[in-house]
């Protein structure tokens, strides 16, 4: 519910909104790499590139597992 909700905040470029159902989304199920990319995506359209690092890092990681 809160990934499908951030897709489309996301595809409404309404990326601040999105990072925040990500992580809402994130709270119920840590160990979706899915959602980390997602996230990691949105957070790239703002610039924020570090964060966005971390997040592909942590959906590498939970792919590896």
Do not use: H, I
């Not at 990072?19 to 160990?31: A, I, R």
């Not at 790239?44 to 966005?52: I, K, S, V, Y």
Request: charged share 40%.
């Amino acid at each position: 519910m809160w990934t499908d909700k951030a897709m489309t905040l996301k595809e409404l470029k309404k990326y601040e909104e999105a990072v925040d159902c990500f992580d809402k989304s994130l709270t119920l199920d840590s160990k979706n790499p899915f959602v980390w990319g997602l996230k990691g995506n949105t957070l790239e359209q703002l610039g924020r590139d570090d964060e966005a690092d971390q997040c592909f890092a942590k959906a590498k990681e939970l792919e590896e597992e």
